[in-house]
């Protein structure tokens, strides 16, 4: 058959159909016209996808032309995801249900909405997961408004200094770290070192000053959140906290989640012009669980198999914390990041990072925890970059040249560890640095009111202390802070109303203390 044949038939073929519709050649070419004018681009629908492959919390999806970075999509049987991962005709999202129930071909719809988060006062109290819904099963969360998971730091503009303290109730952070609200202090150290303990003292030490407490429990036991949990209640502490909470048991992706949603919630109050403390317990198992995700959505693995934007995971986290300035209404959120390392290595990936991002770290040591030595603070390689100035004037003067004796007491301990026959003044010396480590100690869950911190540290710093017994110095201690009450009633008023330590009163309690010391503990005097 020739091409001409072809035609010709096809040709007849017409012919023979537009008999049947009884319309003639000549009719076909204004119809063909007016259906040219009148055609319009179809309506193609790029809202509706196909899911490509799906497993471990993690699915791939096509057919979703306009898709963006960080919008959430809604797959069959209701479970949702979130766009992580843009690829040319595909998108890789992080699912945030059950993933056994779509498969590859299910469809997925676009919402065009990011993440968001519920907010509002009635979270107060309650246990909530990644998402803001209550795990602690005391029902359902009147939520006041909704707040966006991700949203950009408050620009500079927005801030002010820090310039108020946050007490931890510690003194050996308060003394020498102080950290003031809005600033980020990481908490770092090995495994079972007291660093959750720390973060916990902290909250307990809000009671009654007015401060928001989050803490966010990534990837722990969920006996150990529940745990928790009974303990800040019992402590009255519950009542200000919201718990939110990804545990182990979670997916990688709801681990990933977890803080930004409670620096939402946070944010919330902060913005209301409330103080909030945010713990972040901890950041190393966010980092595994974000590296986990982005492995399984292929991306290629850099340092220690973490993705290249790792870094940005947490500065974008933790720059959300700030004092905002007075037209922002005031408010503050500090950050009490915690990151756990391996054998005392903080070179690792993770926390240079994170060291880099704070303004500070405590840096907590096994050696010092097991030789009974807690909150077992490295006083030499802590700092606190910008809490000075949130010190009170009272706090200043009576820790002054605290850090400068335990550094020469350090040093004096090593250089003395093998020789017998020391001289008196380095005796002394020692016994001295001895003595205000031992001041140090503190069980959990006591926590020092200022008050307290400032008149140890004086009767410390004056070398009232020095002739008591170095295991009589809890008791000395505690009996001090019991007879101050009766014996410097002005002094206290003082520090609590103005915040100051006039010389005269300093004066007052290192007497008041030699007169407790010779009469306590005589035969030392
Ligand atoms: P993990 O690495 O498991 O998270 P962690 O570093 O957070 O551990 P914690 O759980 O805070 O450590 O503390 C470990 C143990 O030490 C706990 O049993 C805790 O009660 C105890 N502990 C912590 N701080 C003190 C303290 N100041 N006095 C007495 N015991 C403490
Ligand atoms: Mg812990």
Redesign the pocket.
């Known amino acids: 058959m020739t091409k001409e044949s072809i035609l010709d038939a096809e040709l007849d073929e017409l012919r023979r159909l537009l008999e049947r519709v009884d319309i003639s050649e000549g009719d076909l070419i204004p119809l063909m016209q007016e259906a040219i004018n009148n055609w319009t681009p179809d309506d193609l629908n790029n809202d509706v996808g196909e899911v490509v492959t799906v497993g471990d919390g993690i699915a791939t999806v096509k057919g979703l032309k306009e898709v963006k970075y960080g919008e959430i999509l809604l797959f069959a049987r209701g479970v949702r995801g979130m766009v992580q991962e843009l690829k040319p005709g595909i998108a890789g999202c992080i699912l945030f249900g059950d993933d056994r129930k779509i498969t590859s071909g299910s469809l997925v719809k676009r919402t065009k909405k990011t993440a968001a988060m519920p907010v509002g006062e009635n979270f107060l109290g309650r246990v909530v997961n990644a998402l803001g819904a209550p795990i602690d099963g005391y029902g359902k969360i009147e939520a006041e408004s909704f707040r966006r998971i991700e949203s950009p730091a408050p620009t500079i503009i927005e801030r002010q200094p820090v310039n108020k303290p946050m007490e931890t109730g510690l003194l050996a952070i308060d003394s020498m770290f102080p950290i003031g609200r809005g600033q980020r202090e990481l908490i770092i150290?090995d495994?079972?070192?007291?660093?959750?303990?720390i973060a916990l003292d902290t909250i307990v030490n809000q009671k009654g000053k007015d401060v928001i407490c989050i803490y966010v429990a990534i990837g722990q036991k969920a006996s150990s959140v529940a745990q928790l949990t009974e303990n800040l209640k019992k402590r009255g502490a519950l009542k200000y906290t919201i718990i939110v909470a990804a545990t182990a048991a979670d997916s990688a992706p709801l681990q990933y989640l977890a803080p930004y949603s409670g620096t939402a919630l946070g944010e919330y109050f902060m913005r209301k012009g409330n103080d909030v403390l945010i713990v972040y317990d901890d950041l190393s198992k966010h980092a595994i669980a974000y590296r986990t995700l982005s492995l399984m959505l292929e991306r290629s693995p850099g340092r220690e198999a973490y993705p290249g934007d790792v870094f940005y995971l947490h500065s974008r986290l933790l720059e959300r914390s700030a004092h905002l300035s007075d037209a922002e209404g005031g408010g503050s959120m500090t950050a009490l990041p915690i990151v756990?390392t391996q054998a005392g290595d903080v070179s690792a990936y993770i926390p240079t990072n994170v060291i880099s991002i704070t303004d500070g770290q405590i840096f907590l040591e096994s050696s010092l925890f097991f030789s009974g030595q807690?909150?077992a603070v490295n006083v030499g390689i802590s700092v606190s970059r910008v809490g000075g100035d949130a010190q009170t004037k009272a706090m200043k003067k009576a820790s002054g040249g605290m850090k400068l004796s335990l550094a020469v007491h350090r040093e004096m301990e090593v250089f003395t560890q093998f020789s017998s026959d020391l001289d008196e003044s380095t005796k002394a010396q020692l016994q001295f640095g001895q003595g205000l480590m031992r001041m140090l100690r503190?069980?959990?869950y006591h926590p020092y009111s200022q008050t307290e911190q400032v008149i140890l540290l004086t009767a410390a710093m004056h070398h009232v202390m020095q002739p008591v017994a170095i295991d009589k110095i809890d008791e000395f201690c505690k009996g001090l802070l019991e007879y101050a009450p009766e014996a410097m009633p002005e002094v206290i008023a003082e520090i609590e109303s103005t915040g100051k330590l006039s010389d005269e009163h300093q004066q007052k309690i290192i007497t008041e203390a030699k007169k407790f010391r010779d009469k306590m503990f005589p035969s030392e005097g």
């Open positions: 150290g495994r079972q070192t007291g660093k959750t303990a756990e807690r909150p503190q069980r959990q």
